[in-house]
């Protein structure tokens, strides 16, 4: 069934991606930060309505994890508000809302992944921010709400793993966190699963969405070397106590995608994952 799809905030990395993998199979209308104010509920109500699309898929995020901390207002302006707005809006026109959240919901202090029903426990204001978002997406009935993590790849790849790429390549000097473990998300890899579960009316709710396994921040790094064809390439191994951070983020924030699982999605590993997006890259 082709679907129309309003994607906001598709300029960023995970919106871009978001649109040219569905542009082939529905029809999609991608707003940028410059088209729609996801802050403004009346540039909100007036898009959707006059849109009215069936799926609403939400990619615009405040990331600065430290920036929260001095700026909360803006933090939570795109990471709650918007939410709630966008919830009310496909509440009223019956349309399905996707939201994306983050691992940073969670304290970090337990040794394994972490699934849906494990109780959040944010840390910082950038994470605070991004829970309540959860809760106010979750208010229209057609809901999903797919936590994601460390995200790389695309065209606007700007993440730290898109960062360590770069720097292996050029031959500087990369740190990494050898005592904070995550699993990644390849944004192609979240943008398919999103597809598959919209496209097949999976159960609504709430999904992690990351590739399969985990890893610290250096073992991840050393992978990037190696397939790079740079085993020998420096690598500065850093402690999260060390690092000057502003906010907290969880040391072990490992997800687990059980319940994208059990919707029949499995997602491939953070090593497979980050192997196609190596060769993609040249």
Request: hydrophobic letters at 45%.
């Amino acid at each position: 069934m082709r679907l129309l799809v309003l994607i906001v905030g598709a300029g960023g990395q995970l919106g871009q991606v978001m649109a040219e993998r569905l542009a082939p199979r529905h029809e999609v209308v991608a707003l940028a930060r410059d088209a729609l104010d996801v802050t403004s509920a009346e540039a909100i109500r007036t898009t959707v309505t006059d849109i009215c699309p069936d799926v609403i898929v939400n990619c615009s995020a405040y990331t600065n994890v430290d920036g929260a901390e001095t700026d909360p207002l803006q933090a939570f302006s795109v990471n709650s508000w918007a939410p709630r707005l966008l919830a009310r809006a496909a509440s009223a026109i019956d349309a399905t809302l996707v939201h994306y959240s983050t691992d940073f919901v969670f304290d970090g202090t337990t040794d394994r992944p972490y699934g849906e029903d494990d109780v959040p426990n944010p840390r910082g204001t950038y994470a605070m921010s991004k829970l309540l978002g959860e809760w106010f997406a979750e208010e229209t009935p057609r809901h999903y709400v797919l936590r994601v993590e460390s995200l790389f790849g695309g065209s606007r790849a700007k993440s730290s793993i898109d960062w360590m790429l770069n720097g292996l390549r050029s031959g500087t000097a990369v740190r990494a966190f050898v005592d904070r473990s995550v699993s990644p998300s390849y944004v192609v890899d979240v943008a398919e699963a999103t597809a598959w579960l919209v496209e097949r009316s999976a159960p609504f709710g709430l999904y992690h969405c990351v590739n399969s396994g985990w890893t610290t921040w250096a073992e991840l790094a050393r992978e990037l070397a190696r397939l790079t064809g740079r085993p020998d390439a420096p690598i500065e191994e850093v402690r999260m106590a060390n690092a000057g951070l502003v906010a907290r983020r969880p040391q072990f924030a490992a997800l687990s995608n059980e319940r994208l699982l059990s919707a029949g999605v499995t997602m491939p590993t953070w090593q497979e994952a980050l192997a196609r997006y190596v060769a993609a890259t040249g």
